[in-house]
């Protein structure tokens, strides 16, 4: 177990990359795949559950989704990201050193984009300047970050039915139906909730949880993913990586990218930078060595470099609050 921020032992590192693969998978499951005792799994599992350095929930797939960076008034820093991260429509908020101060993914539709740079973002207190820029393309969510702590076979003995990337396109999205929301607003909170306490919370049958909970998945209404700091799995240095590249080179930058597991989260942004990138390398030599000696940093333009000092919220749940993403619901 980790204490005051300290690394996990290499069982709660296993642990954790295999809800990363399957969220609401059994404790005897995992043991089975990970060849450990049930006993010794369930137990330890809890207690990373329990002390919430690991927290699974679920976030809603949003219909638009957009990269916020500002730059912040001497001193505000803490006090910008904290409020964006109390925002309902932030999905992540990164206070960072460098060009920006912080960075933030924003759930908006097309037709509320222009009400939000407008009129909203500049009103922030403690904002200097701004600017926002929609996704045009995600190639891998956090959903996706598998951080290269479990073998081939054992994600696959874990892994479900393969379902692509989730592709924001900027429409308003359908309604949500009641009996939908109220098992959002559950999953959000905790998304291992079992199917029997959902029943009983909402007031359905178990078996007609399990249709609901598949038929979110299926239109991705409902994406599971686990939040941990990338430093307790023994990734200590993350940053945010802002890469320009010619548009002839472009799919093949990402071909490569993708290929290493220090990649939590790649989209293609419509503005000045071409690609966004969320890097955990395990110190800050190997993220040098990342963004200067790898493949797809040969096919860039340029590469821009900017260290996350701290999360003040991860996969809609802020960090060291006991709110988490069940408002956006």
């Known amino acids: 177990m980790s204490h005051d921020g300290e690394e996990f032992d290499l069982l709660s590192c296993r642990i954790t990359a295999a809800l990363q693969v399957y969220p ?3 404790w005897s499951r995992i043991a089975t795949v990970l060849a450990e005792a ?3 799994v369930t137990r330890r599992g809890k207690e990373l559950l329990e002390s919430g350095d690991v927290r699974v929930v679920g976030v809603i797939g949003a219909s638009g989704v957009a990269i916020l960076r500002a730059r912040c008034l001497v001193g505000m820093t803490r006090s910008v990201a904290a409020g964006l991260a109390r925002r309902d429509d932030t999905v992540f908020v990164y206070a960072t050193s460098g060009e920006e101060d912080c960075v933030a993914e924003l759930q908006v539709d097309d037709a509320h984009l222009a009400d939000l740079v407008l009129d909203d973002l500049p009103s922030v207190a403690g904002i200097r300047e701004l600017r926002i820029d929609p996704i045009t393309r995600l190639y891998r969510s956090v959903r996706e970050w598998r951080p290269g702590i ?3 076979a054992q994600m696959g003995a874990l892994a479900r039915s393969r379902q692509d990337v989730y592709q924001p396109d900027g429409s ?3 309604e949500i139906p009641d009996v939908h929301r109220a098992i959002l607003r559950i999953l959000a909170h905790d998304a291992r909730t079992p199917t029997s306490e959902i029943g009983r919370m909402v007031g359905i049958s178990e078996n007609t949880v399990r249709r609901h909970l598949e038929s979110l ?3 991705h209404q409902s994406r599971l993913r686990v939040v941990v700091e990338p430093s307790l ?3 200590k240095a993350e940053a945010m990586v802002w890469v320009n590249v010619p548009p002839a080179r472009h799919d ?3 071909e490569a990218l993708l290929k290493h597991s220090e990649v939590r989260y790649a989209a293609a942004l419509a503005g000045t930078n071409s690609v966004l990138v969320n ?3 395990t110190d800050r030599l190997a993220l040098h060595q990342m963004v200067t000696r790898s493949e797809w940093s040969a096919l860039a333009e340029s590469v821009s470099v900017t260290p996350i000092l701290k999360a003040t919220k991860r996969s809609g749940s802020r960090l060291g609050a006991a709110a988490s993403a069940s408002y956006l619901y």
Do not use: D, H, I
């Open 279 to 281: 890097l955990a390398c």
């Open 24 to 26: 609401r998978a059994s």
């Open 150 to 152: 479990l073998t081939p």
């Open 252 to 254: 093949a930058l990402v």
């Open 172 to 174: 308003g999205g359908s």
């Open 38 to 40: 049930e006993r010794t």
């Open 233 to 235: 799995l023994g990734f």
């Open 217 to 219: 998945e299926a239109n």
